[in-house]
């Protein structure tokens, strides 16, 4: 059996831009877990057989729409405060990219697409850091592009 290529949690990017005319992207520190959902809503349609219509028809589904949903939560840098802060009060969209960073030829790449911060949660415990998690939910269509080579 040969072995998989599998890349460290730490490769998974959370990049978010600051909207600038040459736009940069960071990744806001702290954040120990990262990913991206992708959903898929459909309606469903019931097609019954023509030739046998007392049999049980099938049920079949069309694509309706696509979502995406980022999450994040770790320790609260406070590096990272005003980025999260700003981004979660603000009405305004942000381009974010959810990168896997690896070296690999022809492989890893990016989505991205324009997020608003829809939650941003800050909890501590007595003994422990302050923690925060983000949820990002998409404004529109989240592309993949594939790494350069």
């Known amino acids: 059996m040969a072995r998989p290529t599998t890349l460290s949690a730490a490769k998974l990017l959370l990049l978010v831009g600051n909207g600038a ?12 877990s990262r990913g991206i959902n992708f959903s898929k809503s459909t309606n469903d349609v019931t097609v019954p057989d023509c030739d046998d219509p007392d049999a049980p028809a099938w049920t079949e589904r069309v694509a309706q729409s696509l979502s995406g949903t980022i999450s994040g939560k770790g320790i609260l840098a406070m590096e990272a405060f005003e980025t999260w802060r700003e981004f979660f009060f ?53 592309v993949w592009v594939d790494a350069l080579t």
């Open 21 to 32: 005319g040459t736009e940069v992207f960071a990744a806001p520190c702290g954040l120990t």
């Open 90 to 142: 603000s009405t305004a969209t942000k381009n974010v990219r959810i990168k896997l960073d690896t070296t690999l030829a022809n492989n890893g790449g990016y989505f991205e697409g324009k997020f608003h911060c829809t939650t941003f949660n800050v909890t501590g415990d007595i003994g422990n850091k302050i923690q925060v998690d983000i949820e990002l939910q998409n404004d529109g269509e989240v």
